[in-house]
């Protein structure tokens, strides 16, 4: 199965947040990171330390997109405290699914949300990468 990760997270959130909610989605729909064929988050994020590490690590080109496009796609759960923030109703499930080239039937996770032991949160969800 290919998968795209569609990433959000509080400012200065520290790796292992980000790394534990990524890893408690791919276990929710039985992925691995080897599985992990695009990235993407939105371009607020383009600086995220923890997102640039995580990037190096595992070898992966992160997309960021602009909040404009991400607020084009349809997904399950827009946020108004989101778009407050950010400009859009959503990141991560935005972000996923223009990272897999997807509609939504093709969102398999969605808007998990993890707080890390340092209060910081982290969100990721994830689109199937149709064939």
């Not at 990433?7 to 890893?23: E, F, M, Q, S, W």
């Not at 935005?94 to 398999?108: E, H, Q």
Request: with cysteine; net charge negative.
């Amino acid at each position: 199965m290919k998968i795209a990760l569609g990433l959000g997270c509080d400012r200065n959130t520290p790796l292992a947040t980000v790394k534990a909610a990524i890893d408690q989605a791919l276990a929710l729909c039985q992925a691995s990171l080897d599985d992990v064929n695009a990235v993407a988050s939105i371009d607020l994020k383009a600086d995220e330390p923890a997102l640039l590490q995580l990037a190096a690590e595992q070898g992966w080109n992160i997309r960021f997109y602009p909040a404009q496009e991400l607020a084009q796609v349809d997904v399950p759960n827009p946020s108004e405290t989101v778009r407050k923030h950010t400009g859009t109703p959503s990141v991560s499930e935005a972000a996923a699914l223009l990272a897999a080239g997807a509609d939504i039937t093709n969102l398999i996770i969605e808007k998990h949300r993890h707080r890390g032991l340092d209060g910081r949160n982290a969100t990721v969800s994830i689109a199937r990468i149709p064939e």
